[in-house]
Structure formats: C-alpha cells, structure tokens
C-alpha cells in the first residue's frame, strides 16, 4: 500500500539502554494497527521514535513511501502524523477550547482552525457544555475526549495512541474504544499501543505483539486463536 | 499624611519598574526552568547601553530604550540555543547546571563592565532630569512617572503577546508541557530561544529605567538579582500575574523602609518580609502558572 506508515527494522531506545531491537512494522491507511506486549516490552518507545520523541539508532521510518526518520518531533504533525502521550497529553491549565486551538496550532489559519474544532466538537456534547474549563479540571474519561478530538483538528493521516485506556474506568475504556472505531470510520489511519487487549483486540485491523523489545508475532486478530495462544506468544513463545 | 501619601507614590513607581525587571525573569524560569542568575547583568549592561547611547550618541534614554530592546533582544535570541542545550542536557542535574551556567554569565559580565568601565558610577542624563509635577501635596519627579509608564507599557506588551498571540499560546503550552507543546506542532527550541530573548529585553530595559533613575555601576547587578529573586518567589516561581503583585510590594516596602527606618535596613528588612511570607505561603502569592 502505497500511503502506509512503515517502520523498518527500527533500534531505538533511551540513553544507552537499547530498548527496541530489529522492529518493523506497518500500518495501513485508514485501519486500525494494534500494538500489545508487556511493560518494557518497546512498543511505546517504537511510536516514540516514530514521533521523533526518541531518535532512532538505526533502521527507517516512512510515510507513504518518503522518508521521515529523524525528523524533529514538530515537524510531524503537518507531515500528517499526530501522536497522543499517555493519558492524554492534555494542557491542564488550557481550556477545552484552548486545547483544541493548540490541536491546530500547526494549521496557522484561524478560521479554517474554528470551523473544524465547531464541527468536531460537535460530536461531543460534554465537552460542548465544558468549552471554557480548563483541562485540568476535567475527569480522565473527558480528558481523553478532549484529546482524541485535539488530534483531528488537523485532519491527519494516522493518529498514534500510547495505551488510551491506563487509567480509566471499564465503561471509559470502552468508549474510548469505540472513538478510536470513530477515527477509522473518518479515515483516519491508527496505531494503538494498549496493554488492555481484552477491550482493544476487537476494533484492531492488525495486530503487533512485542515482548523484551522485538516482534513476537504479526497478524490480524483472527490469527490468535485463543486466549491460551495469545499467553503463550506474550510469554516468549511463537 | 503628606509623607506617607508621598512614599506611597515613589513605592508604586518603583514597584511598576521592579515588575518590568522581573516579568521576564519569571517568564525564562515558567518555560525554560531555567533560575537565570544573570538577571542583574542584563539589568547593569541595559543601563551601561543606555549610558554610551546617550554620552556618545546623544540619544535621551526615554528613546534609546526601543534600540536597547531590540539589540537585547537579538543577543538573548542568539544566547537563547545554548541556555536550552545546558537545560536540556542528559548528563546530571541540569537545572543545577544551569544555575551555575547563568553564574558564570553573570561574572563574566560584571568582570567585564569592570574591566572596561571601571568601578565609577554612571548617571544616565535625561531631558526629563530634574523636572517635576506636582498634584497637591505629591510632588513626581516626571522621569519616574515616565519610567512607570514605559515599564507598564512593557509589561502590558508581554501579557497582550502572551494571551492574545498565535506565539504566545506556543509559549503558554511550552510552559506546561514540552513534549507536548512539540507534539502539537511547536519548534520547541526556536520558541524558547525567543522567550530568552524577550526575558534580556525586558531586563535591559528595566536597566534603562533604573540607570537613568539612580546611576549604574559594574557591581550594580547582584542587588537586581536579589531584587528580581525577591519578586519571583514572593510571586510564585513561574507565575507571570503574581509579578504584579508581587513587584508592587516590593517597591511600597522598599519606599517605606527607606522613608520610615533607614535605606540601609531595607535589604535586610525585604528579605526578612520575603522569610516570613514563605513560612506562611510557601508557593507565593498566587501560586504557579503562566
């Protein structure tokens, strides 16, 4: 596929600790790629440095083909990329609305930015009551919401979630779920890192499993035949 | 009454200055997390820039404030990339050696100022000097009135870039999160290297004022930095609008001091006042935030 997101034998990690060792992955447009594995198993650091968080000490990232490896984390968002850090990454001393200005800060266009966050917002009636409370003092769930409708606003390709669920209630978790199946049905390329696969197996396109820093299975979720196949790939095996 | 109604206007004038040194001090440490210890240098190499503008060129002070400006901010813009490099550097403590980075910036500039100028104070002449207005029993000396004013109106410059610019929600993002604000789009390193910028501006400036107000000498800047570190803690360290407050304070207990006790207390008695505010609110008067 011409316009997927690749990663190709990326060696990443933090200081001098190697983190991610040989990963590669790829992510089609407009699906839904799903990373799982362990803690410390690489698979936040691998959309780190996908991000241009982490530099990478080898291999290649591409989007669509061109090369983006190295690249300064600013520069991703108008390359089409916008990743949301774990919990969020909301400013907490921001309003709903200020957060969703900086969301299409990269635009520079004032107007178009308004008519896109007055559409997107729409879609979300409790943070419509909640425009002028800054982020701060919003629960998780809504923090969340604030987030994912941030990412929009610049209309990207791919959105990269790091586990969207830690923290949250059962029911949250769900529904923010089931905004990720929202991005999908926009267009909207993702790729999820979660630890909860219970909950994010079922909306996952593809699926990555890492553990102790490399690729212990690629598929999609109908490979993983059951619950016993799935422990035994995250306890080392194939 | 007379006295008190006096003091009370030299305190709110000074207090005005005393905010414009600070601002952009607090400012520096709200983004960058940098303590610039060289606060007072810029304040002393303003009013020396001042002082050479006007003995050489001829330019009023009141003027030759925008060129001081401008060429600081230029220079912290240019210094601006290595303040980030030391605070961002993986090796250990870098805010500790930032700290000690700034240090040496500060000695390197009064080192300098002594070396080149010599230890003679400076007055700053104004066509303003010696001129007053006087409202009842208040008697303004037009060049302090003046220098509130141009203070204020720097102040109000930075807080209208702030909260009403493109850059300056950059700059409010940045402050609270720096991946974050990269994240969003933000060149995380230009922006602060301008934060560095408009902070050596500001303080410059604010040494303008207070050259030409008192004199300026290369020893002159330790007492800005006392000054502006008195201002930013009583405010909260970070917090922009606790300056206000905070810097007024400072100039009314300043002016008391010196009309009521002694001039000579007034370093001990404001950092005695800044030991008893903290022991009661230790995150300042309005705690943190940009």
């Not at chain 1, 919401?145 to 209630?169: C, H, K, N, Q, Y």
Request: proline share 4%; hydrophobic share 50%; aromatic share 10%.
């Amino acid at each position: 596929m011409s316009n997927e997101l690749r990663v190709d034998n990326l060696v990443t990690g933090y200081g001098k600790q190697e983190i991610v060792h040989d990963i590669t992955v790829s992510a089609p447009p407009g699906q839904i790629t799903c990373i799982f594995g362990p803690n410390g198993s690489g698979k936040s650091t691998v959309i780190k440095a996908i991000a241009g968080l982490l530099p990478a000490w080898s291999g290649r990232i591409t989007l669509g083909g061109t090369e983006i490896t190295g690249l300064p984390v600013h520069t991703m968002v108008s390359k089409g990329i916008v990743m949301m850090p774990q919990g969020g990454g909301v400013f907490p001393r921001f309003t709903v609305m200020e957060n969703l200005r900086m969301g299409g800060y990269a635009l520079n266009n004032k107007q178009l930015i308004e008519e896109r966050i007055e559409s997107l917002i729409a879609d979300y009636p409790n943070l419509q009551r909640r425009r002028n409370t800054p982020a701060g003092s919003l629960s998780g769930g809504e923090q969340m919401m604030v987030a994912i409708a941030r990412a929009l606003v610049t209309d990207p390709a791919f959105v990269m979630l790091d586990e969207p669920s830690a923290g949250l209630s059962p029911a949250l978790v769900h529904e923010t779920m089931e905004r990720v199946v929202g991005l999908k049905e926009r267009g909207v390329g993702v790729i999820m890192v979660e630890q909860n696969i219970r909950e994010a197996l079922p909306v996952a396109d593809s699926v990555y499993i890492f553990a102790g820093g490399k690729r212990k299975f690629a598929g999609t979720q109908e490979d993983i035949r059951d619950d016993n196949h799935l422990m035994s790939i995250y306890m080392g095996g194939t | 009454m007379d006295l008190f109604l006096q003091t009370l206007v030299n305190g709110i004038l000074i207090g005005g200055i005393l905010i414009c040194l600070t601002i952009g001090f607090q400012l520096t440490f709200g983004v960058l997390h940098v303590i610039d210890f060289a606060v007072g240098g810029w304040t002393m190499l303003g009013g020396y820039t001042a002082y050479w503008l006007v003995t050489l060129a001829g330019i009023d002070p009141f003027i030759s404030i925008f060129l001081v400006f401008a060429l600081f901010l230029l220079i912290g813009r240019g210094l601006g990339p290595l303040i980030y490099h030391v605070r961002t550097s993986r090796y250990a403590r870098p805010d500790l050696m930032a700290l000690a980075f700034t240090f040496g910036i500060f000695l390197f500039m009064r080192g300098g100022a002594l070396w080149l100028w010599s230890y003679n104070s400076r007055s700053v002449d104004s066509v303003l000097s010696g001129q007053f207005l006087s409202l009842g029993p208040v008697t303004i000396p037009l060049m302090r009135l003046s220098a509130f004013l141009l203070a204020m109106l720097f102040s109000l410059g930075l807080f209208i870039l702030l909260y009403r610019s493109r850059f300056g929600m950059a700059v409010r993002a940045l402050a609270q999160n720096h991946d974050h604000a990269g994240l969003m789009g933000v060149d995380v390193k230009r922006v602060s290297a301008w934060v560095y910028g408009i902070y050596t501006a500001l303080t410059a400036s604010a040494g303008v004022l207070i050259a030409t107000i008192y004199s300026v000498n290369p020893s002159v800047g330790i007492r800005y930095t006392l000054f502006a570190f008195f201002v930013a803690v009583l405010a909260g360290l970070g917090s922009v609008g606790g300056v206000l407050v905070a810097g007024l304070a400072l100039g009314l207990l300043e002016a008391y001091v010196a009309t009521y006790i002694g001039a000579r207390y007034s370093l001990l008695i404001v950092f005695g006042t800044l030991y008893l505010v903290l022991l009661v609110a230790p995150k300042g008067v309005l705690g943190r935030g940009i």
